[in-house]
């Protein structure tokens, strides 16, 4: 299975998404950023903007919540549609149990993992999720770089996950570019936000093309 690029709409022109999300129609999902101004001190959407971009996006909704108390409003999302929703191991009251009940709801369930958050908490209960996520750079804002002293994180979970064989997507977010995606690919990611290196392209498009012909040399089996 080649490399997953879900592109942030982040750094997209938020006057013109619907036109911007016709541009990255090679990705495998539109990763959405959701900030509440609390978790981080940034904000951005909320449910009724994926209500309606869920009604026009040709992709699936890969949905990434930076937001406190995921445990009330993260099933919100789901019902809404999201292919995925993923929320921070950070913020959330009980990750297992909202898991289980994005799961319920038909969506995939993913945990976010900020880059000062230790995985090792988290290794034993890995299977209850679908999707691990490993920032490499702090949420909030676009446009960061890439922090390489998190890849130590993404290989202890992907000797988790291969080891066990666990049916879990690794994916990363911040910073990832040309470069920075054969390094996370090689870590063991198969999944991967891009935002501002796909949407300052001149064809986005041919830019996720690039990013997943990078990453699909490195990304192994167990993606």
Do not use: C
């Amino acid at each position: 299975m080649p490399a997953r690029i879900n592109p942030s709409i982040l750094a997209a022109d938020f006057a013109n998404l619907e036109r911007d999300l016709g541009r990255i129609r090679t990705a495998d999902a539109v990763h959405v950023d959701i900030m509440d101004n609390q978790f981080v001190p940034n904000l951005t959407f909320g449910l009724p903007m994926v209500q309606r971009l869920r009604q026009v996006s040709p992709l699936p909704l890969d949905v990434h919540l930076m937001i406190d108390n995921p445990d009330r409003w993260a099933p919100g999302y789901a019902e809404a549609g999201a292919f995925g929703v993923t929320f921070h191991a950070e913020a959330a009251a009980n990750p297992v149990e909202l898991a289980r009940t994005l799961r319920s709801l038909g969506a995939r369930a993913g945990i976010a993992l900020k880059p000062g958050t230790a995985v090792e908490p988290y290794l034993d209960v890995l299977a209850e999720f679908d999707q691990v996520l490993v920032m490499t750079v702090e949420p909030g804002f676009g446009g960061q770089s890439f922090m390489e002293s998190t890849m130590g994180k993404l290989r202890t979970l992907a000797e988790a996950v291969r080891g066990r064989e666990l049916d879990v997507w690794l994916q990363v977010d911040g910073g990832i570019t040309a470069e920075t995606i054969v390094t996370a690919a090689e870590a063991g990611a198969g999944s991967f936000v891009a935002g501002s290196s796909v949407f300052t392209a001149d064809d986005p498009a041919e830019q996720i093309e690039r990013l997943r012909a990078a990453a699909d040399t490195h990304v192994h089996a167990h993606r």
